[in-house]
T-cell receptor, first 111, second 113 residues
Framework: QKEVEQNSGPLSVPEGAIASLNCTYSDRGSQSFFWYRQYSGKSPELIMSIYSNGDKEDGRFTAQLNKASQYVSLLIRDSQPSDSATYLCASEVYGNNRLAFGKGNQVVVIP | DADVTQTPRNRITKTGKRIMLECSQTKGHDRMYWYRQDPGLGLRLIYYSFDVKDINKGEISDGYSVSRQAQAKFSLSLESAIPNQTALYFC????????????FGPGTRLTVL
């Protein structure tokens, strides 16, 4: 079982709508979770981090963490064409100080 | 100037050749990483280093070796390249207090024929 799973296919959303991305993780010891955004042909960049159960909001982005269900999500409100990218979920591997990445989900925002 | 640089940016080589990919950083971070990215497989960790004397294997280290020449430099070598090592390679750095915030270089696209 992969440490971080992102199973949804490409997500197409109309401009102004909410994009919702999900990932699950297998290591119950993981405490820290991250969302990276990667534009086509570019390198990943960190957009959100979350460490506690519940929601964390930063501008149009909200990260949600449920440790009991081992589930992390990212909501993008008022989606813009500039949000079109691949979003990578990552968890910090407990006791190892490295990140495990999911395979990513592509988001396409349609004007 | 970019904080994390990678050379070369693109490389085409033949099976059996030795290849070195180089990474330099000006962020002053102790931790450096090498990843490869393949379509449908995401980012996979090859090797990571927490300081000049600390080198660790990642999930897919077979066929690769690394050298940490200085705090700012971390090189990845393919001793005898094979076609399934064709991929996009990223170097990244992080501060020990913020291990989850990794800063990535622009990537090296490697093609092995």
């Amino acid at each position: 079982q992969k440490e971080v799973e992102q199973n949804s296919g490409p997500l197409s959303v109309p401009e102004g709508a909410i994009a919702s991305l999900n990932c699950t993780y297998s290591d119950r010891g993981s405490q820290s979770f991250f969302w990276y955004r990667q534009y086509s042909g570019k390198s990943p960049e960190l957009i959100m981090s979350i460490y506690s159960n519940g929601d964390k909001e930063d501008g149009r982005f909200t990260a949600q963490l449920n440790k009991a269900s081992q589930y992390v999500s990212l909501l993008i409100r008022d989606s813009q064409p500039s949000d079109s990218a691949t979003y990578l979920c990552a968890s910090e591997v407990y006791g190892n100080n490295r990140l495990a990445f999911g395979k990513g989900n592509q988001v396409v925002v349609i004007p | 100037d970019a904080d994390v640089t990678q050379t070369p940016r693109n490389r085409i080589t033949k099976t059996g050749k030795r290849i070195m990919l180089e990474c330099s950083q000006t962020k002053g971070h102790d931790r450096m990483y090498w990843y490869r990215q393949d379509p449908g497989l995401g980012l996979r960790l090859i090797y990571y280093s927490f300081d000049v004397k600390d080198i660790n294997k990642g999930e897919i280290s077979d066929g690769y070796s690394v050298s940490r020449q200085a705090q700012a430099k971390f090189s990845l070598s393919l001793e005898s390249a094979i076609p399934n090592q064709t991929a996009l390679y990223f170097c990244a750095t992080s501060d020990p207090t913020e291990a989850g915030e990794q800063f990535f270089g622009p990537g090296t696209r490697l093609t092995v024929l």
